[in-house]
């Protein structure tokens, strides 16, 4: 339900000075701790106060990725392994030759080489120097046996090599994909709209033009769009894990993008080759009209009544000043009412009306990142201290509360209390960048997508394109035998 708010407005005397009229950037002097200063944070649902200490505020935190430079020069690769009962010519197919990855998979898991196909389906980051990071095979079970993923990798370079086996059965077991037409995604059409939750269809919304912007002609009516996200009761449940725009005809994969849990970090969306799609959806908490105001210093002049006396009389007029100061955040202008939502996944540490923030929502993720939403309206109904949220959830709503000119969303993130410009690209964040570490979960989560892929290319996942409601129910991937499609 959504509750509008009312800016508290304060009149003085015949100079009519409205105090919720003042730009959105003083707001930030009354609330934000001053430079070598505390300042405390009272939880309006918490019963009593909380301290938090808000470390000084300085802009343009320091980029938090490290490049691991004989990986940038690498490769990262997917396909189909030829298989065989020798572990360096199954590798060799795909052009690795690397001899402790051959000792390790012979003596960890030598039946994996096995296979009752001709295909062994692979996901490979390999460094400039040749060196194996991470190599995931789907291997099929022989004689009625569950299929599994094996995975080898390295921490760095000079590591030694370590295995991992896991029942791909198992892992897909709550995993539900679906089929439809890039227009039905772009228009969001009611039936997509009833068919998937709600966190699934904003991901799924805002991912597909990044991965395929729409042309809106007659051209369009080629492609689809093949999605697969959690059900159940698992970590994953009501989430997007993987998303592909594929040619019609062939049913070619045109682009896709994974989903990816990292360590020490908030999951994110990635294609396999690395590309990140995190920076423009950590930048899209409200559907806006415009970006009113960015990060940056200010000087404006101000009108404001003061008295004067000149002899024995007194008067009220109306005098200039300039004031001078640092926006900490990026304003977005919407309509009043509109709904705000998560950029990512997190847990609320505050809510409720702040000052010059009015009505404040901030959000704590992984990896000492927070984000803030400022000036709502409203609050969603079950948004409260303690909430855990999902990317894309509904949080609040657009308002003009506390010191504000008119309705919009104050956004800020911040890395361990400092404040940044999250317009600004050429930040390398953690939170839209590739790691060296992030491969491995970036391998396993191509070999999951890929055995979807093909219980779905055979027609095994719904297709929302016709008109009955048979049509529009998804079904789960674990309802048919993996050996479905071979």
Known sequence: ????????????????????????????????????????????????????????????????????????????????????????????????????????????????????????????????????????????????????????????????????????????????????????????????????????????????PLLHAPSGDASDDGFLVRAAYGTGSGVDAGRLLSVEVVEGGTRDVVREALWIDREGLPGGYFAPDGTSFEHALWTAPVTFTRISRGIGNFRTTVRHPVTRRSGHKTRLVMARSTRRGTHVGVDFAAPAGAPVISVADGRVIDVGPRGGYGNLIVIEHAGGYTTRYAHLSGFAPDIEVGSEVRRGSEIGYVGSTGFSTGPHLHFEIRRDGVYFDPLDERLAFGLWSMRPVDYLPMMRQTLIADATDRLARTGLGPVLAAPAAADLTPRPVADHALAGYR
Do not use: F, N
Not at 81 to 106: C, F, H, K, M, N
Not at 153 to 176: G, K, N, Q, Y
């Open 1 to 208: 339900m959504r509750v509008p708010g009312v800016a508290t407005r304060l009149v003085l005397g015949a100079g009519a000075l409205v105090l919720s009229a003042l730009p959105c950037r003083y707001a930030l002097a009354d609330t934000t701790a001053k430079p070598h200063h505390a300042s405390h944070v009272h939880h309006a649902k918490a019963g009593k106060a909380t301290k938090h200490k808000v470390v000084h505020l300085k802009p343009g935190a320091k980029p938090d990725v490290v490049a691991d430079a004989d990986l940038s020069g690498g490769s990262v690769r997917h396909g189909c392994a030829a298989a065989s009962r020798r572990a360096e010519d199954l590798l060799a197919s795909v052009g690795v030759y690397d001899a402790d990855v051959v000792a390790t998979l012979q003596r960890g898991a030598p039946d994996a080489l096995d296979a009752v196909t001709d295909c062994v389906p692979y996901a490979l980051t390999v460094t400039r120097s040749g060196t194996v990071r991470a190599l995931g095979l789907h291997v099929p079970g022989a004689d009625g046996a569950p299929d599994r993923l094996v995975m080898l990798w390295r921490e760095s370079p000079v590591a030694a090599v370590e295995l991992r086996v896991e029942d791909l059965s198992s892992t897909i077991r709550d995993v539900t994909t679906v089929t439809m037409p890039l227009r039905e995604v772009s228009a969001r059409e009611p039936d997509l709209q009833a068919a998937v939750p709600a966190e699934v269809l904003y991901s799924l919304t805002a991912l597909v």
